[in-house]
């Protein structure tokens, strides 16, 4: 499948915006996991797509740097208040589903990957961490990209896709990464 043929994919999944980038253009910064530390969401040693479970920071930037493209996919919805957690919470879940949905369907297409979210993983309903389970589905679990300390600004500077849309919508990232070296 061609890159072309992939980002006609993402738009008619549902994605608003998507592109593809070289890789080794994306910018890991490590302070950005204080952000999963800081632990706002709660799932902090809570999640196995989470910190400190999900490995170091080195550890996850050497997992992305496996692959050889990074498809960047955003989507882009009304809000009336950005700054509000409550409101903000089921845009990001909704926004992980449609996502979600993509990228098994690119895998069911042959193009496997590594899915990197937005927030912390949600492969299952309930994480098994909570209930003291190893995770059910270690092949599904995706970390956020605070954990992998990627740059989110930057990354929109790399392949020209907007970050700030004002305070009445918000945009929400994900990466898939693709073509294991």
């Known amino acids: ?8 994919l993402a738009k008619d999944a549902g994605i608003d915006k998507a592109a593809i980038v070289d890789a080794d253009d994306l910018i890991f910064e490590y302070d950005f996991r204080k ?14 797509g989470c910190p400190p479970d999900c490995g170091t920071p080195e550890e996850m930037e050497a997992k992305a740097r ?3 493209k990074a498809l960047v996919l955003q989507t882009i919805q009304p809000v009336n208040d950005i700054t509000d957690g409550q409101e ?5 879940k909704k926004h992980n589903t449609v996502v979600r949905r993509f990228m098994d369907q690119l895998a069911e297409s042959g193009i496997e990957g590594l899915p990197i979210m937005a927030g912390p993983c949600s492969a299952c309903k309930t994480c ?4 003291g389970n190893p995770c059910r589905f270690p092949e599904r679990v995706a ?13 929109c500077e790399t392949c ?7 305070v009445h919508k918000v945009g929400f990232f994900a990466i898939y990464m693709m073509g294991e070296k």
């Open 1 to 8: 499948m061609t890159d072309y043929e992939v980002l006609k």
């Open 128 to 131: 098994a961490k909570t209930e």
């Open 88 to 92: 903000t919470g089921p845009l990001k």
């Open 160 to 166: 020209k896709i907007p970050w700030d849309y004002g």
């Open 143 to 155: 970390s956020c990209l605070s954990a992998y300390g990627i740059n989110v600004a930057k990354l």
């Open 66 to 68: 496996k692959y050889q």
């Open 35 to 48: 952000y999963c530390e800081m632990n706002n969401c709660g799932n902090y040693g809570k999640n196995y």
